[in-house]
């Protein structure tokens, strides 16, 4: 446990390095990797993480979802390229234009904008074409007025189409049926594309279950999201294809034990109320943290190794666990929320939540720490 730390997150950057390689291997020769380093870097830290992936040859840049997120890369010495996957907004298009922030355009009005910005900065700025097949989110329908719109798109002078992308729904689950059926409708739409006389250099589908399960997939381009943290994106993932090393460890420390009588309420609502005489340990952390509160009564921690199970409703600050059976617990003693023996994937199966939710909603309250390079 670190000096004086209430609660910290380890992010082993090791960990992150041997997973672009082991990502990488599972690719075609002379495929590039687009990572996705959105929501901080998926809450284990976008900068550290883009930091160091830049110098990889194979990477070819940054996915974000917001304008800020972009900027912030930028400002923090980022010089590959930077797609923004979401939705963009005109206040931010003179500082895209300058920063060679890539958009993605899912509406001919939004890339006429695009191009009035970039000429009033005697500029140009390259875009990526979204296209939807499956998510029914954002994304051209796959339509010959689509079709139209993007040729439109095509001539305003200001404006570089560099790649079109679209996005898997259900790539992680064990059938591929969903999948397969909307690569089948993206390659349809750019076939028709080329034959109608655009030329779009740069294709990308794959998400992260696509890198993993689907190599058919790959183009020019795949996009590599929660594998880069060492997270599988669903439970049907095949593990033994790409082996992942988990990022981020979570740790805190005991700050008060107490040994309570039979028939004990513990925490708000007193949900759960002490069967016996019990030995009980205070954790300094809690919902704020964006430790879950659908952890209460279901979830535990390690302390020594040991399992202790959460007591009552976690509180905004701190929860209280089960330590009768770990005798040699004492205060300041280590305590793993998240870490070996403890994964991510088991605290979302408890908790009700998916795993990506569950580290991106880690607070800013909790420091990271970089360790492992």
């Known amino acids: 446990m670190k000096s004086n730390s209430r609660v910290y997150a380890a992010i082993h950057l090791d960990a992150v390095e ?6 990488k291997q599972n690719l075609k ?20 993480i883009a930091k160091l992936a830049e110098p990889y040859e194979y990477i070819w840049g940054f996915a974000v979802a917001t304008a800020q997120e972009a900027f ?27 920063q060679q922030i890539r958009p993605a355009v899912f509406q001919y009005e939004t890339a006429r904008k695009l191009a009035k910005a970039a000429g009033e900065l005697k500029k140009s700025i390259k875009i990526h074409i979204a296209l939807d097949t499956g998510m029914t989110r954002i994304g051209y329908s796959d339509t010959m007025e689509s079709i139209a719109q993007i040729r439109k798109i095509a001539a305003l002078k200001e404006i570089e189409i560099e790649g079109i992308f679209t996005h898997f729904a259900r790539a992680d689950e064990a059938d591929k049926t969903s ?34 399960e689907l190599p058919q997939m790959n183009l020019d381009a795949v996009r590599a999201g929660i594998t880069i943290y060492g997270i599988y994106p669903s439970m049907e993932v095949k593990r033994d294809l790409v082996k992942l090393r988990p990022v981020m460890e979570l740790k805190s420390c005991i700050v008060y034990i107490k ?12 949900t759960f109320v002490t069967p016996r005489k019990m030995r009980i340990a205070t954790i300094p952390v809690g919902y704020g943290d964006g430790y879950p509160r659908s952890l209460s009564n ?21 929860f209280m666990v089960d330590i009768s059976e770990i005798p040699e617990a004492k205060e300041l003693d280590e305590v793993v929320l998240i870490g070996e023996g403890l994964s ?19 607070g800013k309250r909790v420091p990271r720490i970089l360790e492992g390079k």
């Open 18 to 23: 041997e997973n672009f390689k082991q990502m």
């Open 29 to 48: 020769p002379g495929v590039k990797m687009i990572a996705v380093v959105k929501t901080d870097g998926y809450g284990h830290g976008a900068v550290p």
């Open 72 to 98: 912030t890369l930028r400002e923090e010495g980022i010089k590959k390229p930077i797609l923004i996957l979401g939705y963009t907004f005109e206040e931010d298009y003179k500082e895209m234009v300058k």
């Open 179 to 212: 999948a397969l059926n909307q690569f089948e409708r993206y390659e349809n739409f750019v076939r028709k594309l080329e034959q109608s006389g655009l030329s779009i250099p740069m294709k990308h589908c794959s998400n992260s279950a696509g890198i993993v």
């Open 259 to 270: 040994t309570v009588d039979k028939g004990t309420p513990v925490s708000y609502g007193g």
């Open 298 to 318: 279901k979830g535990w921690v390690l302390i020594h190794g040991k399992k202790a199970p959460i007591l009552g409703r976690i509180c905004m600050d701190q």
């Open 344 to 362: 991510v994937e088991t605290l979302g199966e408890l908790s009700g939540r998916f795993p990506y939710e569950f580290v991106c909603d880690i």
